[in-house]
């Protein structure tokens, strides 16, 4: 049986720690609590900037689709954080749900209004995010 004085003492000794080690997904918490900051940014934003509208697939919605497409923003990243924090599957695979959402919406907004900076760094950004918590995919329950 290989009790925590046991993996403390082969550490000591040289040698690997074992498989069954398990460190705290540091890195997921952190993205956690930017998606939970990221509420109140969302928040701070839709209600500094009401005639903002959110580009979703190459459109823009107004009246009260036009604020059900933000509002889904901090909602989102709300249950995002709440899901790293916690590190529950669902956490993972609305993730998924929502880079796929997001990337695919980014793309078709590319292709209708061209080029732009902020469009261009949150395609790439979510691009590599999305890679490395597909690498960290084990921490979820």
Not at 4 to 25: K, M, Y
Not at 71 to 78: D, M, R, T
């Amino acid at each position: 049986m290989n009790t925590p004085l046991d993996s403390v003492s082969a550490a000591s000794q040289g040698a690997a720690p074992s498989a069954t080690d398990e460190r705290p997904p540091y890195d997921i918490y952190a993205i956690g609590v930017i998606f939970v900051l990221n509420v109140a940014m969302d928040t701070w934003l839709i209600v500094r900037n009401p005639q903002y509208q959110l580009p979703l697939f190459g459109t823009t919605l107004t009246g009260i689709w036009g604020w059900m497409a933000k509002i889904q923003s901090p909602i989102l990243h709300g249950l995002l954080g709440y899901g790293f924090l916690r590190r529950r599957r669902w956490g993972y695979l609305l993730y998924m749900a929502y880079a796929a959402f997001g990337l695919s919406s980014a793309l078709v907004n590319l292709a209708t209004f061209g080029f732009g900076r902020i469009r261009m760094i949150f395609i790439a950004s979510l691009t590599i995010i999305t890679a490395y918590i597909v690498a960290r995919r084990r921490v979820f329950g």
